[in-house]
C-alpha cells in the first residue's frame, strides 16, 4: 500500500502524507532502499533478538524514528493487553 500526495509524492504511512521527510519516492521512481521498505524483522538486530519480535515486528516505522524506546514500551503494552483481553480469555473459556 502506498499514499500518494497532490504533488504525486508517495508514502507508506497515512499519517507521513504531506511531509517530504517521510516520502518514498514518486510513482516513478520509489526509494525500494528506504527504511520505509527496509522497517521489517529480519533487518531489525534488537527486534530478532527480542521476545516479542514474532509479534510486533519492529513496531511503526515512524515511531522507531522519533522514539524507539516509547515504540518498544507501547508494543509491549499492545503484548500485554493482547494476553490479558484476548489469548487469556480464549484459552479459559476453551477448558469449558
Ligand atoms: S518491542 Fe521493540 S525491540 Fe522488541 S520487537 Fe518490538 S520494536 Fe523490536
Redesign the pocket.
Known amino acids: 500500500m502506498i499514499y500518494i500526495d497532490a504533488d504525486l509524492k508517495t508514502y507508506r504511512c497515512t499519517y507521513t502524507v504531506g511531509n517530504k521527510n517521510f516520502s518514498t519516492g514518486t510513482l516513478e521512481n520509489q526509494d525500494k532502499l528506504s527504511g520505509w521498505y527496509k522497517h521489517m524483522?529480519l533487518n531489525?538486530p534488537?527486534?530478532l533478538a527480542?521476545?516479542?519480535?514474532g509479534?510486533?515486528?519492529?513496531?511503526c516505522r515512524i515511531s522507531?524514528v522519533i522514539n524507539?524506546k516509547l515504540?518498544?514500551q507501547e508494543?509491549?503494552a499492545s503484548f500485554d493487553f493482547f494476553v490479558k483481553q484476548v489469548l487469556i480469555p480464549w484459552l479459559k473459556q476453551s477448558e469449558s
Open positions: 524483522l531489525l534488537e527486534c527480542c521476545p516479542l519480535g509479534y510486533c515486528s519492529g513496531g522507531s524507539p515504540r518498544c508494543e509491549k
